[in-house]
């Protein structure tokens, strides 16, 4: 089996049905090198939109951002700012903030 080695942080576009954006969406990953494009919603348009990019690859597997366990609550396999939130909301720092 191929590995592949990132030496920076893994970038994700997301794409999301909005009135007619679809070619403003195409630029944006394009311009901002995303590394993986993840379909959020059931419209037809928007599950098909990663299929733009096949030189695009699916780092995970299996294929999904979120690891289900049944011991654990679910959580993100790559960071983002709910992690961060859950790692502050026991904080003094935050707690302080309420």
């Keep these: 089996m191929d590995t592949i080695r990132v030496d920076r942080p893994l970038r994700i576009a997301w ?3 909005s009135g007619d954006r679809g070619a ?3 630029q944006i990953v394009e311009l901002f090198r995303a590394d993986m494009v ?3 919603g059931d ?3 928007v599950k098909e939109f990663p299929n733009s990019f096949p030189h695009l690859i699916d780092p995970f597997l ?6 289900k366990d049944m011991n ?3 959580r993100a396999r790559v960071l983002d700012m709910h992690n961060a939130f859950y790692h502050w909301r026991n904080t003094p ?5 309420c």
Excluded: D, G
């Excluded at 299996?62 to 690891?67: D, H, I, N, R, V």
């Excluded at 720092?93 to 903030?97: N, R």
């Design 93 to 97: 720092e935050w707690k302080s903030l």
């Design 43 to 45: 419209a037809q348009e």
């Design 62 to 67: 299996p294929s999904s951002l979120f690891m």
């Design 15 to 17: 794409a999301v049905q």
């Design 38 to 40: 993840v379909a959020v």
């Design 72 to 74: 654990l609550r679910t």
């Design 24 to 26: 403003f969406i195409e």
